[in-house]
């Protein structure tokens, strides 16, 4: 069970996250696969011949694999589903290679994005005994001759993500592969500044300053090895981060690690709650955020970081560190600009964030400062 600390979230934001706490994310229930044959899949899912649907998008059969495969899901190409969606029916190929039988299949996939995984997936599916290169990857309409599909380790249930004993199984045989490291530093601060391309963070800078200054060292995923990363992450005693993707490397952390997350707009990622359950994490949030406006979905940004009282307050009582307000001009323009384009590019209003009337007062008296 998670443990929380909400002294940092702003009041008008408590309600809505009370929901997801003291819940009990692990299904106590066996998984199993269920078998086709002749099933169609598409780029986005899933069919029979006769239309006995799983889930049906996509056109006429383009081509046809003949033997017995395993389907292993739609994989994203974004890393917090890497190591969520992306390994939600790893389970059945683990368990039939401790069998012996995984000779007997082929493994396939949906591809419903053009381009090509990072790297660091790869590395991470080696390291749970599969070779990227051995799937098949498929992107338009396939007739498959047996398919078995295993259930899911991961699911959804209202607005929560829940886990299953064997997702839980594979991640902690990933993590208790890496080496401890008397020499790794306990306190780390994973940054996303240093992406330049389709950044959606401006003012991230001065929270990162903050957190060097409260003793954490400032590492730039992007820029480091799989493994590397997986080191940092498995020796540390405290992880800092932004919400989203980066946060979910928690699952790669020891049992029990201090976590502290830096909220970059009003709403909650559910698969962050489901992943520090597996770790029994001691959970810190902090909303150091002037996120007003966002497009399309509160994930999708862009986010606007700032020093403010959540973040100030914070560094008083865990490093006794002094901080003052501060809005950096340089990441207001940058998150109007961002704004604009993508509302322009996209068609669409932005889209005001919960609580609108009391981040616009507290940005107003940022501004004054």
């Known amino acids: 069970m998670v443990k929380y600390d909400l002294r940092y979230v702003d009041s008008v934001s408590l309600n809505e996250m009370a929901e997801s706490f003291n819940k009990d994310y692990l299904i106590k229930e066996d998984l199993s696969c269920i078998h086709l044959k002749n099933a169609i899949i598409t780029a986005k899912g899933i069919r029979t011949r006769k239309g006995n ?84 990857f498929i992107e338009e309409s396939t007739l498959v001759e047996n398919l078995t599909v295993p259930d899911d380790s991961i699911v959804v249930k209202g607005n929560s993500r829940y886990y299953y004993t064997e997702y839980s199984s594979l991640v902690n045989e990933i993590r208790d592969r890496i080496p401890i490291v008397d020499e790794s530093p306990e306190k780390i601060y994973f940054t996303r500044t240093g992406i330049k391309k389709k950044n959606r963070d401006f003012g991230e800078k001065q929270v990162e300053y903050a957190f060097r200054d409260m003793g954490y060292k400032i590492y730039s995923p992007e820029l480091l090895s799989l493994d590397q990363q997986l080191v940092l992450l498995r020796n540390c005693k405290y992880f800092a981060c932004t919400e989203g993707s980066i946060a979910h490397n928690v699952v790669f952390c020891s049992d029990n690690v201090n976590i502290t997350i830096i909220r970059k707009v009003c709403g909650l990622i559910s698969y962050q709650f489901t992943l520090m359950d597996i770790r029994n994490a001691n959970a810190t949030y902090i909303d150091s955020f002037l996120t007003l406006y966002y497009v399309f979905a509160f994930w999708s940004g862009p986010f606007l970081l700032c020093m403010r009282d959540n973040l100030i307050n914070y560094a008083k009582n865990t490093a006794g560190i002094k901080l003052s307000p501060h809005l950096s001009k340089r990441a207001l323009s940058g998150y109007l600009q961002s704004l604009l384009y993508k509302s322009l590019r996209g068609r669409t209003r932005p889209v005001k964030c919960n609580n609108f009337n009391f981040y616009k007062r507290l940005l107003k008296q940022l501004l004054l400062h």
């Not at 049906?56 to 389907?71: A, D, E, H, T």
Request: aromatic share 12%; proline share 1%; with cysteine.
């Open 53 to 136: 649907a799983l889930n049906v998008r996509g056109g006429g059969v383009k081509r046809s694999l003949q033997g017995n495969y395993i389907y292993l899901g739609e994989w994203l190409g974004i890393w917090g589903h890497c190591i969520t969606d992306n390994l939600k029916k790893l389970w059945f190929v683990t368990k039939l290679n401790q069998e012996g039988k995984l000779h007997d299949y082929k493994l396939c996939v949906a591809k419903p994005f053009k381009g090509s995984y990072h790297d660091n997936f790869g590395q991470l599916l080696l390291k749970a005994g599969i070779n990227i290169d051995d799937i098949e």
